[in-house]
């Protein structure tokens, strides 16, 4: 089992920046890749970042390109995502999964922290 916590989320104006945290334990840790995924009301939930747990690659959706950077920390085991430049179409609650065998299916999930972008 792996257990993830978010943390970071919150109130910021256009053009501003938050940090997400998202914590792991469970002794099934490490995961091949972690990623950081959104859900905005009314919508489907949706990839934002990944990260590979042990090189460290990261990839990005287009939509988010430039403005989030995803990082971990392998001492802490935690993965992060810098949210720079943020707009109002980035209001979501945020989640973070874990890709246990790195074929890009997600199998645990943290209980989401909310994000909000005003205009």
């Known amino acids: 089992q792996v257990q993830l916590v978010e943390s970071g989320g919150g109130l910021v104006q256009a053009g501003g920046s938050l940090r997400l945290s998202c914590t792991i334990s469970?002794?099934?840790?490490?995961?091949?890749?972690m990623g950081w995924f959104r859900q905005a009301p009314g919508k489907e939930r949706a990839f934002a970042a990944g990260?590979?747990?042990?090189?460290?690659?990261?990839y990005y959706a287009d939509s988010v390109k430039g403005r989030f950077t995803i990082s971990r920390d392998i001492a802490k085991r935690t993965v992060y995502l810098q949210m720079n430049s943020l707009k109002p179409e980035d209001t979501a609650v945020y989640f973070c999964?874990?890709?246990?065998?790195?074929?890009?299916?997600?199998?645990?999930w943290g209980q989401g922290t909310q994000v909000t972008v005003s205009s």
């Open positions: 999964g874990a890709d246990r065998s790195g074929a890009g299916t997600y199998d645990y």
């Open positions: 469970g002794r099934t840790f490490p995961s091949a890749a």
């Open positions: 990260i590979s747990w042990s090189g460290g690659i990261t």
